[in-house]
């Protein structure tokens, strides 16, 4: 009893030396109970994907051979350990060939998956949202039109899809959480399931002016953002002694600045959202052509006696009519903030409302800021959710196509910069046409 007397006056004697050490303590104790649970995740996710790997294979079959696409500089430069401590070990595990290809440069995966000269069994990329759009354009645009599937890995700053598809409802933002959600995407790659997601295809209009030949399309599966929540976002590693509140800091000290886009003024115009037609029919099947020249190939000679296996009958969407697919509808919008997504980044309301028909783009005007102070703590709240395409929206139409026409350009070189985002990655403001091409792209989930 005289000792815990003695303790009792040591701890009041030097309270704040004691308040120092149980706090040091405390984190200590969370910190190695995290890192616990944690290597326990890792142990059973490992024990699963062995099994994968402990089944026999044939002499003349191979492993599955999966190129990993891994954005280096993505997440602050903690990717690649990411991926080699969280998702590589799975991987292996299951038995699959792995290949990685590190980025080094804005658009060198684009240029990459664009120019490889056969593809894989499946392409997995270590990265946030820019690397994975960088990924699918160079699919789409590959001129041999083949494909593979997608596996996403969550490794960047701005995950969105991958958070979607793989990380538990309601899930905190711990380390913990976030080992899960890496693992069950690796895993995901080595289950096999699949699952066809829409994208937007974003086409730069040519001008009269222009004497460049017309650029290629660019590939996006979740938004493009324009307005002042986007510029103020991209300004937050100007504020990196600020930690993890960099992203709030950037609102704080932004907020009131008006060089910024608090107006978007622009002329859109768009065509209804349609389920297929004579009109939109190479969109509705984007791999029309692919298909016709798959048709065209000889068989082998043994064919033959090869049952030919069933298929579900192909819509002919070049024999249905709709009269409403071209009609066009022209508005002028002076939002603070434009965002146009596909479904993949979509809310809860929209999907119920979907009735599971995705193919339509989702244009969401929003409000005009009329408090600083308000906009703030609208920020904040998108910031801590992650929910960063989710603007106050004052209108939301439902398109299949859409011509975004700004007003403010940046034409001569004294002119401000003005960029959108597309999948959080920077480009020049420019007249652009967006189509929704759905089911373009196979992406592994659960």
Not at 142 to 167: E, H, W, Y
Not at 360 to 365: F, H, P, Y
Not at 412 to 420: A, G, M, S
């Amino acid at each position: 009893m005289a000792f815990v007397i003695r303790f009792a006056k040591a701890v009041r004697n030097n309270w704040k030396k004691s308040t120092v050490f149980a706090s040091a303590l405390a984190y200590g104790v969370s910190y190695s109970n995290e890192k616990y649970e944690i290597k326990q995740l890792m142990r059973y996710y490992c024990t699963e994907a062995s099994r994968y790997g402990d089944v026999k294979i044939g002499l003349n079959q191979r492993p599955p051979k999966v190129l990993v696409l891994l954005n280096p500089a993505a997440n602050r430069k903690s990717s690649e350990e990411d991926f080699h401590n969280y998702c590589e070990p799975i991987l292996h595990l299951a038995g699959f060939e792995v290949d990685m290809v590190k980025t080094d440069s804005e658009g060198h995966a684009r240029r990459y998956v664009e120019e490889l000269a056969s593809l894989p069994d499946a392409l997995i990329v270590g990265g946030g949202d820019g690397t994975l759009s960088e990924a699918v354009s160079g699919m789409k645009r590959r001129p041999d039109g083949a494909q593979c599937p997608i596996g996403v890995l969550p490794l960047g700053r701005t995950n969105t899809l991958a958070m979607k598809l793989f990380s538990a409802e309601g899930a905190n933002n711990s380390d913990l959480e976030n080992v899960r959600t890496m693992a069950n995407a690796a895993y995901a790659v080595i289950a096999g399931k699949k699952e066809k997601k829409d994208v937007m295809r974003i086409e730069v209009l040519p001008s009269a002016a222009d004497e460049k030949p017309p650029e290629k399309p660019v590939y996006a599966v979740g938004a493009l953002q324009w307005g002042a929540f986007r510029d103020i976002l991209a300004l937050r590693d100007k504020y990196w002694y600020t930690a993890s509140l960099r992203d709030y800091t950037a609102f704080l000290f932004n907020a009131f600045d008006g060089k910024h886009t608090w107006r978007c003024r622009a002329k859109i115009a768009y065509t209804e959202p349609c389920s297929g037609c004579s009109n939109c029919y190479k969109d509705m099947d984007d791999q029309w052509a692919v298909a016709k020249k798959a048709e065209q190939q000889p068989r082998r000679w043994w064919s033959v006696f090869v049952p030919r296996a069933k298929t579900a009958p192909k819509t002919d969407y070049s024999k249905i009519v709709n009269e409403n697919c071209s009609v066009r509808h022209e508005i002028e919008v002076e939002p603070s903030e434009l965002v146009i997504k596909t479904g993949n980044v979509a809310g809860e309301e929209q999907e119920g409302e979907k009735g599971g028909d995705s193919t339509k783009l989702e244009v969401v005007v929003g409000e005009q800021v009329d408090s600083s102070f308000g906009f703030i703590g609208g920020s904040w709240g998108r910031v801590k959710s992650r929910k960063f395409f989710d603007c106050p929206a004052k209108d939301s139409i439902s398109v299949r196509t859409v011509e975004l026409l700004p007003e403010r350009l940046k034409v001569e070189e004294t002119d401000p910069e003005l960029y959108y985002s597309i999948d959080n990655e920077a480009y020049e403001v420019r007249p652009v046409r967006i189509t929704v091409v759905p089911k373009a792209v196979e992406i592994f989930t659960f």
